[in-house]
């Protein structure tokens, strides 16, 4: 009899592969391509500068996510996450490059990489305070943070714009929700499960009419773009452009402990500390890879967790195609612009949804959790509400010392390390080990002899 084969090993058909894989890369693609742009705009980088950083950031990307997903060496949690350029770490690197240029940014990032890797096994001890009321609390907190990003998608994408939240935007991306939902009330099996990919190119057909399309970067792309090396000068180290980037990891391996953990909740894939080591060994890695190949710090891409709660496809090699599919675009410029010309209101209608279903995921995982006398009420209430702070007011901590926003303006981030000290203050403090009645047991009997 043939070994049962868990959901997250699961090989499906190369077909089913591809079109699940594709469905990945086409969610997370707008987040994928934004750090490259916001960093080339606070540089004064020309467009040809700018299609290079992108190009090195897709390919990058994907290499990291197959490390990731399939596991090579002792690097990749083995787990469906797909990887891309954090955000975590674009205030560093803009004060890095307005002293240093790209070289610094670059030189910072191999640095950072390299002192994440070293710590990846001593980091990997945190697993121990990640309980299910924690782990809930930031996979809610995930979903909940990510929801501003599908809003300003589905206004038109830029907040300052004065089209933003025009009725034509408002409407394409309700008319794309209401495609997914009806698409999950009336099928199942496989086209329930790409319903967000059948959205997403439904919504960019409707808006070719309504001129809400722009395929001239199409024309212009060009065919093929090989990454080099080190293509804008071999990196600068410089030590004050490294400690700024080294916080930023921290910050990074923060969050992607928290997203490994709700992933591993979403596929039934218990994470150990073994796991944690060799997911976050992967970060790091592909983070020195994207230094030495002109791009900057990778993490796990929270985006893609709501599309594996929303589908309930586990298997792992789908984001390993789509690691395939990210990487090809970045060395095929001309199908990148593509991907690239979908219309950000159809992003943020299926993004209601996918974000939405993280956060969902997090509720159901607190739903597990004992509230009945214990502190555990306490904990979420005050985690979430410090986690929110940035999403309700992103100026509330400009006062703080550069290093304390760094950590602060992350909501994930903040309110994860505020569940992780409340579990340990309300749950460990005083607790006794497992044992410790046993132990008690046997004392008092020994006593009466």
């Not at 080339?40 to 040809?48: D, V």
């Not at 796991?275 to 190949?293: E, K, N, Q, Y």
């Not at 979908?342 to 607190?366: E, T």
Request: glycine letters at 12%.
């Amino acid at each position: 009899m043939a070994d049962h084969v868990a959901p997250v090993d699961e090989m499906l058909p190369r077909g089913q592969l591809f079109v699940f894989g594709l469905q990945h890369v086409m969610a997370m693609y707008a987040g994928a391509v934004a750090v490259p742009i916001i960093i080339a705009n606070s540089l004064g980088l020309s467009r040809e500068e700018l299609i290079y950083l992108i190009n090195a950031d897709l390919l990058v990307g994907g290499i990291a996510t197959i490390i990731q997903s399939l596991g090579i060496w002792k690097l990749g949690i083995r787990s469906p996450i797909m990887q891309g350029v954090s955000f975590a770490a674009v205030t560093p690197m803009v004060m890095v490059g307005a002293q240093h240029g790209l070289r610094g940014i670059f030189g910072a990032t191999i640095a950072a990489g390299l002192i994440g890797f070293l710590i990846s096994p001593y980091f990997s001890r945190l697993i121990r305070f990640f309980p299910p009321v924690v782990t809930g609390t930031i996979i809610t907190l995930i979903g909940i943070s990510l929801m501003p990003v599908a809003v300003r998608w589905a206004g038109g994408g830029n907040a300052s714009a004065p089209d933003f939240g025009s009725l034509k935007y408002i409407g394409l991306a309700l008319v794309v929700l209401l495609f997914v939902i009806l698409m999950f009330k009336f099928f199942t099996g496989f086209f329930q499960s790409i319903a967000v990919l059948l959205g997403l190119i439904f919504g960019t057909i409707i808006a070719i009419p309504l001129g809400m399309t722009n395929f001239s970067q199409v024309a212009t792309a060009s065919w093929l773009q090989i990454i080099i090396p080190f293509n804008f000068g071999l990196p600068i180290f410089d030590l004050a452009s490294i400690l700024a980037m080294t916080l930023a990891m921290l910050v990074i391996m923060t969050e992607t402990t928290g997203d490994m953990v709700a992933v591993g909740e979403i596929v039934g894939q218990k994470v150990d500390r073994e796991g944690l080591t060799r997911g976050l060994r992967a970060d790091c890695f592909s983070t020195m890879l994207g230094g030495v190949m002109n791009t900057f710090p990778h993490s796990a891409f929270a985006q893609n967790v709501g599309l594996l709660a929303l589908t309930g496809i586990r298997s792992r090699f789908v984001v390993v195609a789509a690691g395939i599919i990210l990487a090809a675009l970045g060395l095929f410029p001309k199908a990148a612009a593509v991907v690239a010309a979908i219309p950000q209101p159809v992003l943020g209608g299926a993004g209601i949804a996918l974000f939405g279903m993280v956060a969902a995921s997090g509720i159901r995982s607190l739903g597990k959790v004992k509230f009945d006398g214990t502190n555990n009420s306490m904990l979420v209430a005050v985690s979430l509400g410090l986690g929110l702070i940035p999403l309700a007011a992103p100026a509330f901590y400009h006062h703080m010392p550069q290093w304390a926003q760094l950590i602060l303006h992350s909501g994930i981030t903040a309110g994860s390390l505020a569940a992780i000290v409340l579990n340990y203050f309300f749950n460990e403090i005083g607790k006794k080990p497992d044992n410790a009645e046993d132990v008690e047991a046997e004392t008092a009997a020994y006593s009466t002899h």
